[in-house]
């Protein structure tokens, strides 16, 4: 405890002083003359503040000369060239360095020019580069926008191929007959460059044609920097490699068709990495996580994973092959299959399936998935009169077709924009009868930021679906709809939102309804908190029953760890309480939704 009080008692000395330096705190120097009243900030702010007191005249006198520099480069930076800056010491004691600034008038642009060292490009690109300099005559002579005016004039000659262009030093006449600024710039455009196909440098197993094959461009095409750097994010895209450079090869390397390669230079992580993995629920009980996976196996940035896992409710056992830019840019090949062990409080399932997914990205966060699966399985009803009239012994084929809309700014964090998603599966079931159906299930969320920092976020939740063609007794418990838990209605066990049997077993449903209200606040740069309300309702008979709507509601704690946040909610539930716990826990890396 005495430990305690004193590091509390340090911390407030060191505030205090902290405190009275702020207030020691003084200008560097003391601006005097006829300024406007931003251009007068300005210089303050670039003369700046100090906190030793002055002891001598010279080093007043050092102090007046420095902020005199200080204050010229200010007046120069907004236009000012025919200004008068004189360095001084006050008469007092202690002496008050002073700078006595007449900024004189204003100079204005006069008409830029660009002066081609070399050959001139064609024809097109010159008036591209004449738009680039945006200089309007008459507008005040900022330096740095005649300095931005040089950098776009080479990045548009850039972008239209003139991969070399680079500015020799400019002229700059200053005229202070008519107060004008008058720029000359002198730039070497090069000559046009034409790509040629990637050559690849490695020590790894990537193949040359792969990466050839990922090249947004075709060889004679125009160099473009946002084709070379397109190329280079599809290959960091597939996680697959340490570091990945991309660049131009030096024009001594041009063909004699006048053409250039592009240097792809390729550091490939390990080629085997083992993760492992522990959870623990009061309603799930104990899991344990394993993945095993191999990179590249095929030299196109490939990905072998095996995984297991072992827990009281899902044990499965399988395999995935992940192909990144499968046959075509941004999009991706998953082939996988398995063997599981599922037992819940509605069903028991073993059984083993395999599926196929392609999913095409659009932008950053947007996807398209179309794929399929086949399933044979085992399905045991907790009741037996509740069995699928299919029987116990099901073949499950599906396709599925899903899109996901994504216009928030962060995936594990999002303060401000929307998310929609929505999945259809057309099934059918094979058995004892033959059964088909389509599963429909649509999601939307949207974040609203109530300050400028979005410190503050209101964020909502609606998720609604639908089985259409079976009944109850036909559809397996397995594919019915279930809610409840942490990543639908919080306050409630996993699946014991909806129907039940007799012994309180959950029933499952065909129609599913879900909402959630929650408002976040940062209460300092790592610690935040939220306060959350969840509604949802499943179905029997197809159509939502919202007089049977279960609600929960609690609070949470966040804790960021600057790529996410860790996310503890304490949940309990509100309405259509059946005997559960008086509360919920859960545990999570990432927001709710």
């Given at each position: 405890?005495?430990?305690?009080?004193?590091?509390?008692?340090?911390?407030?000395?060191?505030?205090?002083?902290?405190?009275?330096?702020?207030?020691?705190?003084?200008?560097?120097?003391?601006?005097?003359?006829?300024?406007?009243?931003?251009?007068?900030?300005?210089?303050?702010?670039?003369?700046?503040?100090?906190?030793?007191?002055?002891?001598?005249?010279?080093?007043?006198?050092?102090?007046?000369?420095?902020?005199?520099?200080?204050?010229?480069?200010?007046?120069?930076?907004?236009?000012?060239?025919?200004?008068?800056?004189?360095?001084?010491?006050?008469?007092?004691?202690?002496?008050?360095?002073?700078?006595?600034?007449?900024?004189?008038?204003?100079?204005?642009?006069?008409?830029?020019?660009?002066?081609?060292?070399?050959?001139?490009?064609?024809?097109?690109?010159?008036?591209?580069?004449?738009?680039?300099?945006?200089?309007?005559?008459?507008?005040?002579?900022?330096?740095?926008?005649?300095?931005?005016?040089?950098?776009?004039?080479?990045?548009?000659?850039?972008?239209?191929?003139?991969?070399?262009?680079?500015?020799?030093?400019?002229?700059?006449?200053?005229?202070?007959?008519?107060?004008?600024?008058?720029?000359?710039?002198?730039?070497?455009?090069?000559?046009?460059?034409?790509?040629?196909?990637?050559?690849?440098?490695?020590?790894?197993?990537?193949?040359?044609?792969?990466?050839?094959?990922?090249?947004?461009?075709?060889?004679?095409?125009?160099?473009?920097?946002?084709?070379?750097?397109?190329?280079?994010?599809?290959?960091?895209?597939?996680?697959?490699?340490?570091?990945?450079?991309?660049?131009?090869?030096p024009a001594e390397r041009e063909t004699a068709e006048g053409l250039r390669p592009v240097v792809v230079s390729l550091a490939e992580r390990k080629r085997r990495s083992i993760e492992a993995g522990a959870s623990y629920s009061t309603t799930d009980g104990a899991g344990v996580d394993v993945r095993w996976t191999r990179y590249n196996v095929l030299g196109r940035a490939d990905?072998?994973?095996?995984?297991?896992?072992?827990?009281?409710?899902?044990?499965?056992?399988?395999?995935?092959?992940?192909?990144?830019?499968?046959?075509?840019?941004?999009?991706?090949?998953?082939?996988?299959?398995?063997?599981?062990?599922?037992?819940?409080?509605?069903?028991?399932?073993?059984?083993?399936?395999?599926?196929?997914?392609?999913?095409?990205?659009?932008?950053?966060?947007?996807?398209?998935?179309?794929?399929?699966?086949?399933?044979?399985?085992?399905?045991?009803?907790?009741?037996?009169?509740?069995?699928?009239?299919?029987?116990?012994?099901?073949?499950?084929?599906?396709?599925?077709?899903?899109?996901?809309?994504?216009?928030?700014?962060?995936?594990?964090?999002?303060?401000?924009?929307?998310?929609?998603?929505?999945?259809?599966?057309?099934?059918?079931?094979?058995?004892?009868?033959?059964?088909?159906?389509?599963?429909?299930?649509?999601?939307?969320?949207?974040?609203?930021?109530?300050?400028?920092?979005?410190?503050?976020?209101?964020?909502?939740?609606?998720?609604?679906?639908?089985?259409?063609?079976?009944?109850?007794?036909?559809?397996?418990?397995?594919?019915?709809?279930?809610?409840?838990?942490?990543?639908?209605?919080?306050?409630?066990?996993?699946?014991?939102?909806?129907?039940?049997?007799?012994?309180?077993?959950?029933?499952?449903?065909?129609?599913?309804?879900?909402?959630?209200?929650?408002?976040?606040?940062?209460?300092?740069?790592?610690?935040?908190?939220?306060?959350?309300?969840?509604?949802?309702?499943?179905?029997?008979?197809?159509?939502?029953?919202?007089?049977?709507?279960?609600?929960?509601?609690?609070?949470?704690?966040?804790?960021?760890?600057?790529?996410?946040?860790?996310?503890?909610?304490?949940?309990?539930?509100?309405?259509?309480?059946?005997?559960?716990?008086?509360?919920?826990?859960?545990?999570?890396?990432?927001?709710?939704?």
């Open positions: 405890m005495g430990r305690l009080i004193y590091a509390v008692a340090a911390a407030a000395a060191l505030c205090v002083q902290g405190l009275g330096a702020e207030a020691r705190a003084e200008p560097r120097a003391r601006v005097e003359g006829e300024l406007g009243d931003d251009l007068r900030d300005a210089i303050q702010r670039a003369i700046g503040d100090i906190d030793d007191p002055i002891e001598t005249r010279f080093e007043a006198r050092r102090r007046a000369r420095a902020a005199a520099e200080d204050a010229i480069a200010v007046l120069r930076s907004e236009g000012y060239y025919a200004y008068s800056v004189e360095p001084d010491v006050s008469e007092s004691d202690p002496p008050v360095p002073l700078v006595r600034i007449q900024p004189g008038p204003r100079f204005t642009l006069g008409e830029a020019a660009i002066d081609w060292q070399g050959e001139a490009p064609d024809e097109p690109s010159q008036a591209a580069a004449r738009d680039a300099v945006d200089l309007e005559p008459g507008a005040p002579g900022r330096a740095a926008e005649v300095v931005a005016a040089e950098g776009r004039i080479v990045a548009t000659l850039q972008g239209r191929g003139y991969a070399d262009a680079s500015p020799r030093p400019r002229e700059v006449i200053v005229d202070h007959a008519d107060d004008s600024l008058t720029p000359t710039y002198r730039i070497a455009a090069g000559r046009l460059v034409r790509l040629n196909g990637v050559e690849l440098r490695t020590d790894g197993r990537t193949r040359p044609a792969w990466v050839d094959g990922l090249a947004p461009w075709t060889p004679g095409e125009r160099y473009s920097p946002d084709s070379v750097g397109e190329l280079e994010r599809r290959l960091l895209d597939t996680g697959v490699y340490d570091s990945v450079t991309v660049a131009l090869a990905t072998l994973a095996v995984l297991g896992r072992l827990s009281e409710q899902d044990s499965r056992v399988g395999v995935d092959l992940t192909l990144p830019h499968w046959r075509r840019a941004q999009q991706t090949l998953v082939l996988g299959a398995a063997a599981y062990d599922v037992s819940t409080d509605a069903y028991d399932e073993t059984g083993f399936g395999v599926r196929t997914d392609v999913t095409r990205r659009y932008g950053k966060t947007s996807y398209l998935t179309v794929g399929g699966t086949l399933d044979a399985s085992r399905t045991k009803d907790r009741r037996p009169e509740d069995l699928s009239s299919l029987g116990r012994d099901i073949v499950t084929a599906s396709v599925l077709g899903e899109v996901l809309l994504d216009r928030s700014n962060d995936p594990l964090d999002p303060r401000r924009g929307w998310r929609v998603a929505a999945r259809a599966e057309p099934t059918v079931l094979l058995g004892e009868e033959n059964l088909p159906y389509v599963r429909v299930q649509v999601q939307g969320t949207g974040y609203l930021p109530l300050d400028d920092q979005a410190r503050t976020v209101l964020a909502g939740r609606l998720r609604v679906g639908r089985i259409l063609n079976g009944s109850i007794p036909e559809v397996p418990a397995s594919r019915r709809f279930f809610a409840g838990g942490g990543g639908s209605v919080r306050g409630f066990p996993y699946q014991a939102v909806g129907p039940r049997l007799a012994d309180n077993t959950p029933k499952g449903g065909l129609s599913l309804f879900e909402a959630s209200a929650e408002v976040r606040r940062d209460l300092t740069e790592r610690w935040g908190v939220a306060l959350f309300v969840d509604a949802g309702s499943v179905g029997s008979s197809g159509a939502v029953d919202l007089g049977d709507l279960a609600v929960g509601a609690g609070f949470g704690v966040r804790y960021n760890l600057g790529f996410a946040p860790i996310r503890v909610d304490i949940a309990t539930p509100v309405s259509n309480r059946r005997g559960e716990a008086a509360f919920q826990i859960y545990l999570s890396i990432g927001q709710s939704f």
